[in-house]
């Protein structure tokens, strides 16, 4: 049985302001997800799906085709660091391809692919598996950047506003203002805490009705959640990296590391919605491959909390909304195009694996769920296949969530 | 608490309300906070409180008043940018192309209130809503005339009227470059996202919430000939046929080439004007009415009674923080009315909003609507920071930025603000964020305040810590803790410590405790100071 935050606060509470908070509990193992997005629309051929030879499908110029194991990928000069990506971590990749995101609007299809109906009240991938989690994490989905789709499940998501977290929690920020404070000292945080805790708590029993009282005891929660995370050891010069994709990824892998959070999501940088100039897709998956490199490199590098390696925990998922058009308009763009690709990287992951498939005029075609190869007898992958294939591979049972959805087999690793 | 039973009050007197709800008032005081925390985003001082308090009667009077407040203006270009959401940090070009160095945030800044200075300008001048669409002018301060080429007026400062110099027509909102920056579109969309912008901004209609259909054969044709499945296929027809009449309006704005530098891609071309015939093919139009340009097009939304109800839905949900549902409609409909009755000027609307008992509710006994309207407000970031400040009179920055504000920055996002790009809904109830940002935040004034009130070479007035020197403490001076502890109190949140409140033993141990810890009567101070910053009165109103 998990204890309540509360519970454990008011009784570190109940023996005396000074003893004050509880330490982090011992976490249950549990795979853990980072999420990547892509707003605006990737073009899944600059690197996932090249069509090589289709005359149907404009495909970048001095880009050439690159294999790695199973996995076929848009390489050539411009595409040096997403080689190297797949030539180090092809054995933990996969790719899935003729995804149908079932829209070509931009929020409607974001919507789709990220909880698999077009209902705002559905909880989006990561939200699911951070509410549904047997730990009681004090974040349970960090929205760094990126689209959130909470649901009924906003208590589980905390936005993060770019890379400011850590100083936020670690206090630091203070120091960094224009006026600069001194670092408030732990013990004396963890006293103050506890005063502005019960001012709180008093505040939230005088209103316990109606929509008031959920945000009065939203405060009381979040506040219980800070008191948690206060004074947690973080690696040192985490806040000092900036704000940009790379530094929230890394902050994201450190609050995992932590067990402060289970899900969280990034948004990939750059303008993905490129009607006119689509080679910057191009330049854009290089930049986005380096930081996917360099977050492999680190959970590979990190003792784990139940395996070996951190590698072994989290699972990378990189989506976008929905891909481009196959061929280039006037302006040299391309335009909305209902089927996507995605990137899934590490724990539980069938790697080197190509699931799914488009034909040569990029449109998704029937897939067999169990290989992931086309088969004119399978059914046609939509991006709520993915998503309840992630939920499984979270340990949640999908069917509690999207009843009937078809989990994609094929993807998960037979461990 | 007043309890007040209002039966069947639709339709009479001026205060729209539901039928048959019984709504406990706030008390007079947190009335008074209230208000003046959505109108001016800060509380009112003892003075005011202490009239409220004599007589309760005075909130009209206050109503009125803080109406005339210009940080009025300010709480509703934050209302506002809560639907145009043009406030994102973007400068969208180098401001140097412009001749402009320094700091982007300022240039970021002053760009996305192009449109948001146009409403207060509506508002502070007592124009009807329809000059949104139909001025001939849009609005500029030195920055934003110097990036976008408007001419400005000489010998004088801040928000004026200007003209485009590039001849483009003037409609209001629909002939700001700002806009149309923050909603672009190139190649074969062809105008049709600023379509909906105007559509989801204007008239509270979104496209994209549309549930739609696409089969195989649907998908087939797209792929041979967009243009031709957007006019033929009946699904696509659906939002096309009059989405794609909208969108020829903007091909003035349309610009091919995205690598064009800020001059060039920010000029009204007037000769691309008809290229919608080399995408939809549909003739510019409103709802099925052909119409002759931008101006026509203003005209026609004005006269839709959908931009009178969108305006007033966007004041009604910023201001009272809750999405309005079907069941809100009757209420709705009666501020449309005031708005209406008033010719469309804003501030008789608002007025009738903030003297609606449902606005001035503290408890709500019917259980479904309780769940539908918040007795406890949450400030927004915004708030918060200009709470904190006329308290403290301290300003949270980075290198001249201002933290709260400063969409890139992200203390905003945490604290439950919007980005205007990822974050486009405000989050009203507290999340982890919060917590911290208003406790960081609650630190670092403090320290200000403490440092600056405890130093005994100061020569102005103190700031809060008036009643206590470097000198006292609670054992010796027990008096003037007390006193200095429930100034802060009341002086913070606006509502004075009860006889027996605990909070003045409790704080005078709080402060013992620290000073046995860190030995520092500043630190001691700073951290009951920054306590009280954090009383949930601060965050909730």
Known sequence: MKLSRRQLVSGSLALGAASLLPSARAEVGERKFLFFFAGGGWDTTAVFDPHYGSEDVDMEEDSELGEVGNLDFTGGPNRQRVSRFFRKWAGKTAIVNGMDCHSVGHDSAANFVMTGTSASSYSDWPTLIAASSRNDYPMPHVVFSGPAFPGTRGETVVRAGGGRLISLLNGAIVGQSDAPAPLVSSPADRIADAYAYRRVARFAEARMEGLGGARALSLQDNLERAMELEGRRFEAGLDDLGTDMRAQALQAIELFRLGLSRTAMVGISGGWDTHANNVRQGMQFEDFFAVLDEVMERLSTTPGTYKPWMSDEVTIVALSEFGRTPLLNGGNGKDHWPFSSALVVGAGVAGNRRVGATDEGLVGIPVDFATGLADDNGDMLGCENLGVTLLRMASLDPGQFLPGVAELDALKASV | ?541
């Open chain 2, 1 to 541: 608490m007043r309890a007040l039973t209002l039966l069947l009050m639709l339709g009479c007197g001026d205060e729209p309300t539901p039928s048959r709800s019984v709504v406990e008032r706030l008390p007079a005081r947190e009335q008074l906070i209230r208000l003046s925390v959505d109108t001016r985003g800060v509380h009112p001082d003892a003075s005011e409180l202490a009239v409220i308090e004599s007589n309760p009667d005075n909130y009209e009077g206050f109503v009125d008043r803080y109406l005339q407040d210009p940080r009025f203006l300010g709480r509703m270009r934050e209302v506002f940018n809560q639907r145009y959401l043009t406030r994102t940090g973007d400068t969208y070009f180098s401001p140097s192309e412009a001749g402009i160095r320094g700091d982007s945030t300022e240039v970021a800044a002053s760009l996305a209130d192009e449109p948001l200075m146009l409403v207060s300008h509506i508002i502070e001048n007592d124009l009807p809503w329809t000059e949104l669409v139909t001025a001939d002018y849009t609005m500029a301060n030195p920055t934003v005339a110097a990036m976008w080429n408007i001419e400005y007026p000489d010998n004088v400062v801040g928000w004026q009227q200007g003209r485009y110099r590039d001849g483009r027509p003037h409609a209001g909102i629909l002939s700001m470059t700002t806009l149309w920056m923050r909603y672009p579109s190139m190649g074969g969309n062809a105008n049709r996202h600023r379509a909906n912008a105007v559509s989801r901004l204007l008239l509270c209609d979104d496209y994209l919430t549309r549930p739609i259909v696409l089969n195989r054969a649907a998908v087939d044709q797209l792929t041979v000939d967009p243009e031709d499945a957007i006019n033929s296929n009946a699904t696509c027809q659906s939002c096309h046929s009059t989405l794609d009449p909208l969108s020829a309006h903007f091909f003035g704005f349309f610009h091919v080439d995205d690598e064009e530098g800020l001059r060039l891609a920010t000029t009204y071309l007037p000769e691309n004007e008809q290229d919608w015939m080399n995408y939809s093919g549909r003739e510019p139009g409103y709802f099925g009415k052909p119409t002759n340009g931008l101006q026509e097009l203003g005209q026609l939304i004005a006269e839709d009674p959908r931009f009178a109800q969108c305006a007033v839905r966007t004041m009604v949900e910023g201001i009272t923080q809750r999405q309005l549902t079907s069941e809100d409609w009757p209420v709705l409909q009666e501020y449309v009315q005031v708005f209406e009755d008033n010719g469309l000027t804003v501030r008789p609307v608002v007025k009738a909003i903030l003297m609606s008992e449902l606005y001035r509710a503290g408890r709500i006994t019917d259980e479904a609507l309780a769940m539908r309207v918040p007795t406890v407000r949450t400030v927004s970031p915004t708030q918060l920071a200009s709470i904190i400040e006329e308290i403290t009179q301290y300003r949270w920055t980075f290198s001249g930025v201002d933290g709260m504000s400063a969409p890139a920055f992200g203390l905003g996002v945490l604290a439950g603000g919007i980005d205007g790009k990822f974050v486009t809904v405000p989050s009203f109830e507290p999340g982890v964020g919060t917590t911290f940002v208003q406790e960081r935040l609650a630190q670092s004034a403090a320290w200000e305040v403490t440092t600056h009130d405890l130093d005994p070479g100061r020569t102005e007035g103190a700031i809060l810590l008036a009643y206590v020197t470097v000198e006292d403490r609670p054992e010796t001076s027990r008096a003037a803790f007390d006193q200095q502890i429930r100034y802060l109190y009341e002086r913070v949140t606006g509502l004075p410590l009860g006889k027996g409140a605990p909070e003045v033993d409790e704080m005078m141990a709080l402060w013992t405790e620290i000073y046995a810890l860190e030995g520092s009567v500043e630190k001691s101070w700073a951290t009951v100071l920054s306590v009280i910053l954090r009383d949930p009165h601060i965050l909730f109103y």
